[in-house]
């Protein structure tokens, strides 16, 4: 993870977001008493997503249950 300076960040701040958006790479914004990290809204939106979708009691195991099975084993219909 690339890390800048806070005092570098208000010269850059556009150019910074402009490159964790296309690179999709955070940076970590180095302050004198804390730090930040910087992401995408994209990012952050699937991070969340994620989060939320892992919170389901079960979900885990369900997704990995799902990734090993085979797509030979999947129905063909769904019955809804």
Known sequence: MREVSVNDVGVNLHKLIEQV????EPVMILGRESNA??????????I?????LLSVPGM??????????????????LDW
């Open 21 to 24: 958006t296309v690179t999709r």
């Open 37 to 46: 990290v910087l992401i995408s809204a994209g990012d952050w939106v699937a």
């Open 60 to 77: 885990r195991e369900s997704i990995a249950e799902g990734m090993r099975e085979g797509i030979g084993d999947c129905a063909s219909k």
């Open 48 to 52: 969340n997503e994620t989060l939320d």
